[in-house]
């Protein structure tokens, strides 16, 4: 079973506007990844979050993790169309090599 | 530094064949793992080699399989294929620490009929 729900499955945004997306996990974490996938093809990482800490940033993304509640949000700002793609997050239980991932947020960015 | 390299992009057999995906790290990496992709069950964790030794296995039959080279390449096969393998195949290689990110290949398409 997957270890991360996300939530929305869907976002419809209008260029501009900041898009949230959430994830829950279910046990403890090594640390908690987000990676990006345009439609059929690789993922690619966007940021990596640790267990120790509670937020991060880059560029106009915007981490959070709550251990306590085995959750995260990825915050896009300022988002544009070319950030219209699904976004994955994906848990380290402590299995070297061995990502678990969410059934990801499908992201549209409209111009 | 080239990426990931997933060959072949698409795939298409039939119920009963065999086949064979192969992978090729980034230049340095010596862990490969493998998940499988469909729009039901999403990405699911297939296994992971580090110097050529299986080092983590999904929940999936014995008809999948995989190795990796002294050379860190990847191969994964699929036996007795059912139409239920039809998916995105993709690969990612990492140098194998903790706390690492992974680099995904462009995935392997395959279509089972």
């Known amino acids: 079973s997957q270890q991360g729900e996300e939530d929305p499955q869907a976002l419809s945004i209008q260029e501009g506007e900041n898009a949230t997306m959430n994830c829950s996990y279910k046990t403890s974490i090594n640390n908690l990844q987000w990676y990006r996938q345009n439609s059929g093809r690789g993922l690619v990482h966007l940021i990596l979050i640790r267990s120790n800490e509670r937020e991060k940033h880059s560029g106009r993304l915007r981490v959070t993790l709550d251990t306590s509640k085995k959750s995260s949000s990825l915050l896009i700002t300022a988002s544009r169309a070319a950030d219209t793609a699904s976004y994955f997050c994906a848990t380290d239980p402590y299995q070297g090599g061995k990502l678990i991932f969410g059934q990801g947020t499908e992201l549209s960015v409209k111009p | 530094k080239a990426g990931v390299t997933q060959t072949p992009r698409y795939l298409i057999k039939t119920r009963g064949q065999q086949v064979t995906l192969s992978c090729s790290p980034i230049?340095?990496?010596?862990?490969v793992s493998w998940y499988q992709q469909t729009p039901g069950q999403g990405l699911q964790f297939l296994f992971e080699?580090?110097?050529?030794?299986?080092?983590n296995k999904g929940n999936f039959p014995g008809r999948f399989s995989g190795r990796q080279f002294s050379n860190s390449r990847s191969e994964m096969n699929v036996s007795t294929l059912e139409l239920g393998d039809s998916a995105l195949y993709l690969c990612?290689?990492?140098?194998?620490?903790?706390?690492?990110?992974?680099?995904f290949g462009s995935g392997t398409q395959l279509s089972v009929l």
């Open positions: 080699y580090f110097s050529e030794t299986q080092r």
């Open positions: 230049s340095g990496h010596r862990s």
């Open positions: 990612a290689s990492s140098s194998g620490r903790q706390e690492e990110k992974l680099f």
